[in-house]
T-cell receptor
Framework: AQKITQTQPGMFVQEKEAVTLDCTYD???????LFWYKQPSSGEMIFLIYQGSYDQQNATEGRYSLNFQKARKSANLVISASQLGDSAMYFC??????????FGKGTRLHILP | DAMVIQNPRYQVTQFGKPVTLSCSQT?????MYWYQQKSSQAPKLLFHYYDKDFNNEADTPDNFQSRRPNTSFCFLDIRSPGLGDAAMYLCATSREMGAADTQYFGPGTRLTVL
């Protein structure tokens, strides 16, 4: 069965520091996609970054990078040089072929000034 | 800009009074989804349309219905809202349902039931 686990319910990080949000997954399908979304207090789910199961390189998008460790089934999100505007809920998600996306329970990130 | 639009952003209804939430997209995506999200929880998929094919999740209550009259629009109908239906309702789209197909979300409609 597919499963996404985010073990950090909440995190507090000082502004300008890097932060790593943990995500582990489980699937028996060799073809899958991993996604991270940001949800600020306004409620909108904002797509941040995607990693495919066959991608050799870690995905990067600006200050966001995905630390993909396939053997460990982990897909941690790294935010470099955190900003106050990064305070939000972050969801890790996974999708198999021809299937719906599944979400982890989320990590609430607080950036401290 | 291509996007997913939801109206209204905030909706207040009375217990038992039917309500309809609206979603439109300019992405020309084949798949449209409706999610329910309660406070501090992950979004919960209610149903999705692949083109005109409707797919209901097994645990979606009968109180929730959906219509997709064309590619661009999708509606969520709540026939008799209960207090437990107060939540954020998120619409999303994806081009296809492959592993690499990103879901793009609208801003959500926050439903209050009095």
């Amino acid at each position: 069965a597919q499963k996404i686990t985010q073990t950090q319910p909440g995190m507090f990080v000082q502004e300008k520091e890097a932060v790593t949000l943990d995500c582990t997954y489980d699937t028996s399908d060799p073809s899958y996609g991993l996604f991270w979304y940001k949800q600020p207090s306004s409620g909108e789910m904002i797509f941040l970054i995607y990693q495919g199961s066959y991608d050799q390189q870690n995905a990067t998008e600006g200050r966001y990078s995905l630390n993909f460790q396939k053997a460990r089934k982990s897909a941690n999100l790294v935010i470099s040089a955190s900003q106050l505007g990064d305070s939000a809920m972050y969801f890790c998600a996974m999708r198999n072929r021809d299937d719906k996306i599944i979400f982890g329970k989320g990590t609430r990130l607080h950036i401290l000034p | 800009d291509a996007m997913v639009i939801q109206n209204p952003r905030y909706q207040v209804t009375q217990f038992g009074k039917p309500v309809t939430l609206s979603c439109s997209q300019t992405l020309n995506h084949n798949v449209m989804y409706w999610y329910q999200q309660k406070s501090s929880q992950a979004p919960k998929l209610l149903f999705h349309y692949y083109d005109k094919d409707f797919n209901n999740e097994a645990d979606t209550p009968d109180n929730f219905q959906s219509r997709r009259p064309n590619t661009s629009f999708c509606f969520l109908d709540i026939r008799s809202p209960g207090l437990g239906d107060a939540a954020m309702y998120l619409c999303a789209t994806s081009r296809e349902m492959g592993a690499a197909d990103t879901q793009y979300f609208g801003p959500g409609t926050r439903l209050t039931v009095l």
